[in-house]
């Protein structure tokens, strides 16, 4: 890192010439941000900055952009036109952050370079959200396999949504209206994921306490198909409440906090009702033998009760659910410390996580 005399403090935002010894190619420790050709404009002009604002000297080094912490937004849109240096909360209308210019031109290249990175680096965030959510993962083939009922069509058409939302997120955020109809549409993406949550619960409810049972096996398929659906139900529960923190950008503490307390309580209920419901099976499978079901082939039987076991384990071991970790991790993103590094061709990079 160089000297403090090659520091600019540009109304918070600090940038410096960077080591020339940093691999930013080292894909595990950086990762190189998606820019729109607008986004990547913006980044451009900040660097024809450089090298009235660090001397000519600096210019074909790589640069680190500090943006101060829990600062996220967008500038501020001047009804004449333009934008202020005030960096807003979209969704709230408050404040987020602004500065008093140093130099107009170097100042609002700063900032509209900012804007553009954030957005970016929040498509790297979904990205990686998206990679750990296993179901949402599946091909739609593949989910199509254990789809059931009347929520078929309906959890297949929120999950493509959600799909093109978080693949287009960049370009979204670019287009005023687009992003506004994108909200209100995950919002409603939300609201199906819980009735059909609702949906499979009950059902997974009423196939294992039913009293007609009459094949054990068929009951643990069955019960087996409804955790798939159920687990596909609330990733598209989370990743629906996540994607719209990051498209109306509302970063504010509150608003966070109570997104995480809810999201996580109606995870934690929806993991008990699965844990009392695979118990239940479990000791069905285990009082197999007082002549309830018929017979079934020992080696069946101890692969679905090693199946049903596990289920049980998963849910009743771990303290915290992945999913509840996962929305924490994804909801303290935006108020962390960001470094970004940028060379002289344009390109941005970020601290791979």
Known sequence: MTGEKDLVCLGGFDMKPCDNMIDLSDEKRFAKLKLTQGQKAQVNALLGEVPSMLGADTLSRSYILTFPEGVQGSLMKLKRGGYSTVLQNPETGRIAGTAALEQTFAQAACLGAFTAMSIASGQYFLSEINSKMNMMKLSLDKILEFLYGDKRAELMSEISFIRFAHQNYGSIMDHEQQRLSTIISLQNA??????????????????????????????????????????????????????????????????????????????????????????????????????????????????????????????STTETSSMRKLLHSALSLPAEKNDYYLNSAGDVYLKAI
Do not use: W
């Open 190 to 315: 939300r609201k199906v994921a819980m009735k059909d949550i609702e949906f499979y619960l009950a059902d997974l409810s009423s196939t294992v306490s039913s009293k007609e049972q009459i094949d054990i096996l068929t009951t643990v398929e069955k019960a087996v198909q409804m955790k798939d659906c159920l687990e596909l139900s609330t990733q598209l529960y989370v990743m629906s409440n996540l994607l719209e923190v990051f498209y109306a950008q509302n970063y504010d503490p509150d608003y966070l906090q109570y997104i995480e307390e809810e999201v996580s309580a109606y995870i934690n209920k929806c993991d008990k009702r699965m844990l009392a419901n695979f118990s239940m099976l479990q000791q069905a499978l285990v009082g197999h033998k007082d002549g309830l079901f018929k017979k079934i082939g020992k080696d069946i039987l101890e692969n679905r009760t090693r199946q049903i076991e596990k289920i049980v384990d998963d849910f």
